[in-house]
């Protein structure tokens, strides 16, 4: 279970709110990112695919990278957090807000199971417009015993997770779908074809079907569990694991997070 701490960007600080109503509000970009022990891994890249879900008039207007920053710094150094940012549309007014929130458990594991109905995105590049519909989807595939649900394309390609990049592996070859199948730019996923790339590890592209991936190993990649191996594609095909593989993995990308910048004197 985690708690949060809602504050609004207004006249050049972030203010505490002691309410939290949503009437008439649409979340027009978002990110979020994992904090633990004041370390943070890719904050630059959520930075900036934050910033770019804006636009530019709109950026300045709101003086978002002034916003970003004081909620960097309004991060606890110690603990394990998951913060928010969100650009919402509120009674027709943009607003900034910043959502404090407490890390839910993380886990290693994950059971997936395929979304059957048709894909909800409406911005399937964006991070924030969808991310209702996109726990309705996650939430409809949990009767059957799974935590994450997989988008397909109208061909039936993997695309990604509801809430998570999908990557899996061929043999010694790390496989991500293909960029033409469009879905939003993953952090992690990027991080992880960096590390994979500066180790000498191929790294490819695919359009691949569900049961294409039987006996192969699939990870879900999210900013709050890093890699998790998919240990189950319920009603789907049967994976694999290689020993050892996935908290290799795991180290190396704990390792490249770095600290928050030191907070500003009071």
Do not use: N
Request: hydrophobic share 45%.
């Amino acid at each position: 279970m985690s708690s949060e701490s809602i504050f609004r960007w207004r006249d050049g600080a972030l203010e505490e709110l002691d309410y939290c109503d949503m009437a008439d509000t649409r979340v027009l970009a978002a990110d979020s990112w994992f904090v633990g022990a004041g370390r943070v891994r890719g904050l630059d890249l959520h930075r900036d695919r934050f910033l770019s879900a804006i636009p530019a008039s709109l950026r300045a207007q709101l003086a978002a990278e002034a916003f970003w920053d004081a909620s960097v710094a309004g991060l606890p150094r110690t603990g394990e957090w998951f913060p928010r940012v969100e650009l919402q549309l509120r009674l027709h007014t943009p607003l900034l807000v910043f959502r404090l929130r407490t890390a839910p458990r993380r886990t290693r594991s994950v059971r997936l199971a395929t979304y059957s109905g048709p894909d909800p995105r409406t911005k399937p590049t964006v991070k924030g417009p969808d991310l209702e519909r996109l726990a309705a989807v996650r939430t409809s595939v949990q009767p059957l015993g799974a935590d994450e649900a997989v988008l397909l394309s109208p061909e039936r390609y993997v695309i990604e997770g509801a809430y998570s990049a999908l990557a899996w592996w061929r043999g010694d070859q790390l496989v991500f779908p293909d960029p033409a199948l469009e879905r939003v730019a993953s952090v992690t996923a990027r991080s992880l074809h960096v590390l994979a790339t500066a180790l000498g590890v191929r790294v490819t592209t695919e359009f691949l079907h569900p049961e294409e991936l039987a006996g192969r190993e699939v990870w879900a990649l999210s900013s709050l569990h890093g890699a998790r191996i998919a240990t189950e594609w319920i009603d789907g095909p049967a994976l694999a694991e290689e020993a050892g593989r996935l908290e290799a993995w795991r180290r190396r990308l704990d390792a490249i997070a770095r600290p928050l910048p030191p907070q500003p004197p009071r």
